[in-house]
């Protein structure tokens, strides 16, 4: 009978284990319900990567037919964790690059600062020129917005939309047609 | 099946027959028409009178003719004219009647007056002859042969085309292309003037009238053209049909200086109530030209603005489908500024539009990127998730009770309309193709902000890439434009089919 008991309180103590897991780490994680947006990591320069160290990456490109994305894999400096990741892999993407390849990127454009929610959503904020600088045009600015977004998602599982910012804001679209009020998810149907 | 033999017969027929002008035949002649055959009989002015041979009568009739002590006999199945030359008296089965010149001898032929068929030689005949002498027309049997006179009246914006057909004759108007309507005559050929109307100018709307077979009159427009407006009246004996031309609005205008615009959406142009038809379920379309103002666009090569194109194409979508259609066509904006993206949406949801259709022109970073684009909304899954449906709200209603109103944020309207939205895509899609430069899948789904507030069925349409130079030049001309105009309506039309008479869509 004894026995009997301290089987019995084991059992509770083990289902109170589980249960506090579930509760307080297991399920915010799974449904993402940070009570914040807390940013896991300051802007990347926070989190230098060693010199010398490269990853490799899909970047992408605009196609032959001008309409979509194309992914070449490239090499990019390793950053230590997501953040840092992420801050190697835009700055890489936005860089110019030598023909054929074509960067739907304006040229001229920066990366001011980069950071990842709990949730998986990244906010790229970006200098001035990726809207000054801009053809203008629906393509040219889907082209733009998911070059940036497949760029992360693609690369990074931890990443699971991005929201672009403009000189630490919050901007309607680029050119009068990409909603970029809300984080926008993968989507691998503009890549050919 | 039945239509089709019909068809197949009428066509036989009146290819048999041809297209009846006086005119149209070289030198003095009269046409002969029947159900089966056309030929022409030369004429001869003789006294000043318009005489045919009585040879030629004879043959193409099957008469007999006899000339015996100074008389002539026309005979034909036991009946008799006798003619007596010098004089412009005539015997008919033994009735006198008169002609305008006793007949003359020309050789060895005798010519009688054209008159001689209608007064002498139609009595006797057993079948109908209708002698039309101004047009130098001889109908055999019971044809239908309406006389047309068309006239027109220039407008200011406009043109006003009237044509009667006497007797009277229902027609069919087709617009052929971007610079031709077709108005095609329920008749086995028609009697008209060659030309129809006297050459306009250069300058006007219509430019020119002329005929077609078999009873069809063609009417060359002017590039201006935007659309056209056509009522049926009958008159005693003759059907009218006013045709209003209406031309596109002028693109060319200079800028307007800044002015304050009214923070209200635009009053929407009054039109005249439709009756006595089921309410259509497409009664207001928005449209939406692309930029505006200090927004540009994007800015093709060679200068062409986006700006200028979408406001250009809107201008003339609305003309074509309010005259066409009779619908109201609201455009987001009719001059040269820009209007924020939620202004536009909330003008359409505002008047209630039951389409919204924003034009826009494209760009690529590859300059040989080129053809026209219709794009939907798409939503994050995120977005669809909260606007999936609820409890709503309860709220008091005016006389006591309470209703259950469902709320759906303004950014995420267009969540409710996304499965017709793309059905109109693809409707539009079917309509362009063939007719404009398309890319490889031209429907398309995005993130486009200026759909997302749309409380109904919406698209974007990019027309072509301004990136590309052939398009530049391609989209900035009436050719591309009207023949855009005319499939968006065409679309428009199928869609409007597609929904039950009054419903929502």
Redesign the interface.
């Known amino acids: 009978m004894t026995q009997g008991r301290i089987l019995a309180a084991g059992a509770i103590v083990g289902v109170a284990i589980v249960l506090s897991w579930l509760i307080f780490s297991a399920l915010p994680r799974r449904y993402g319900a940070a009570p914040t947006k807390a940013v896991s990591a300051a802007p990347a320069a926070a989190a230098p990567a060693p010199p010398g160290r490269k990853i490799k990456a899909r970047l992408f490109y605009?196609a032959?037919?001008?309409?979509h994305l194309t992914g070449v894999e490239r090499e990019v400096a390793y950053g230590e964790g997501t953040v840092a990741q992420a801050r190697e892999i835009v700055s890489s993407q936005i860089a110019p690059v030598p023909e054929p390849l074509?960067?739907?990127v304006p040229a001229g454009t920066g990366l001011r600062s980069l950071f990842v929610t709990d949730r998986g959503d990244a906010y790229v904020d970006l200098t001035r020129e990726v809207v000054s600088s801009h053809?203008?045009?629906?393509?040219?600015e889907?082209?733009t917005v998911y070059t940036i977004v497949d760029a992360l998602t693609a690369n990074l599982p931890a990443v699971r939309?991005v929201q672009i910012l403009v000189e630490g804001k919050e901007v309607?679209?680029l050119a009068?047609?990409?909603?970029l009020?809300?984080?926008?998810?993968k989507n691998l149907?503009w890549i050919q | 099946m039945r239509f089709r033999s019909f068809s197949l017969f009428s066509a036989a027929s009146l290819i048999a027959l041809a297209v009846v002008l006086s005119s149209q035949t070289p030198g003095p002649s009269l046409t002969l028409l029947s159900k089966d055959a056309r030929r022409q009989l030369p004429l001869a002015v003789v006294n000043d009178q318009e005489s045919v041979g009585l040879d030629d009568l004879a043959s193409a009739f099957q008469l007999a003719v006899q000339e015996s002590l100074g008389a002539i006999t026309v005979s034909y199945k036991g009946r008799t004219i006798v003619l007596t030359p010098d004089q412009s008296l005539a015997s008919v089965s033994g009735r006198l009647i008169s002609l305008p010149s006793p007949p003359t001898r020309s050789g060895r032929r005798w010519l009688v007056p054209v008159e001689f068929i209608s007064r002498a030689l139609a009595p006797i005949y057993d079948t109908r002859l209708d002698l039309r002498k101004p047009s130098h027309l001889l109908v055999v049997g019971d044809l239908r042969v309406p006389r047309i006179t068309v006239r027109y009246e220039a407008l200011p914006a406009s043109g006003r085309l009237t044509v009667d057909a006497t007797p009277r004759a229902d027609s069919a108007i087709t617009q052929d292309n971007n610079q031709r309507l077709s108005i095609k005559f329920d008749a086995d050929a028609i009697d008209v003037p060659n030309p129809p109307l006297a050459p306009q100018g250069a300058q006007s709307l219509v430019l020119s009238v002329r005929v077609e077979n078999p009873a069809t009159l063609a009417v060359e427009l002017n590039p201006r053209f935007a659309g056209f407006k056509a009522t049926s009246q009958p008159m005693d004996q003759t059907m009218r049909q006013v045709i209003d031309i209406l031309a596109q609005s002028d693109t060319t205008q200079p800028a307007a200086p800044a002015q304050p615009q009214p923070a209200q959406p635009p009053a929407a142009p009054e039109l005249p109530p439709l009756f006595g038809t089921p309410v259509s379920a497409i009664r207001t379309i928005a449209i939406d030209p692309?930029?505006g103002g200090e927004?540009?666009?994007?800015?093709g090569i060679n200068g062409t603005k986006?700006k200028d194109i979408t406001l250009a194409i809107a201008r003339r979508a609305k003309a074509a489908i309010e005259a066409r259609l009779g619908v109201r066509v609201l455009l987001t904006r009719d001059d040269d500024r820009n209007v924020a993206?939620d202004e536009r949406t909330a003008i359409a949801n505002n008047n209630k539009a039951d389409l919204y259709v924003s034009l826009?022109?494209?760009?690529?970073?590859?300059?040989?990127?080129i053809g026209a684009?219709i794009?939907a909304a798409t939503f994050?899954?995120?977005?669809l998730l909260s606007t999936a449906p609820n409890e709503g709200e309860r709220v008091p209603t005016f006389g006591g009770g309470l209703r259950d109103i469902e709320l759906v944020p303004w950014?995420l309207a267009q969540t409710r309309h996304l499965d017709r939205s793309v059905s109109f895509a693809e409707i539009l899609e079917q309509q362009l193709t063939n007719h404009v430069p398309l890319?490889?899948q031209p429907v398309q789904?995005?993130?486009?902000?200026?759909l997302?507030s749309a409380n109904m069925p919406a698209v974007?349409i990019?027309v072509g890439?301004?990136?590309n130079a052939d398009q530049e030049k391609l989209i900035a001309g009436d050719g591309f434009q009207n023949t855009f105009v005319q499939a968006l309506y065409d679309a428009v039309v199928r869609f409007r089919d597609s929904l039950p008479a009054g419903a929502t869509p």
């Open positions: 605009v032959e037919d001008g309409m074509v960067n739907a053809t203008g045009g629906t393509d040219a889907l082209l939309a309607d679209t009068g047609h990409v909603d009020r809300r984080p926008i998810e149907e | 692309g930029h927004d540009e666009g994007v800015k986006e993206l826009h022109v494209n760009a690529s970073p590859r300059r040989s990127t684009t794009v994050g899954k995120d977005d950014d890319v490889q789904r995005a993130p486009l902000r200026v997302e974007l990019e890439y301004l990136t």
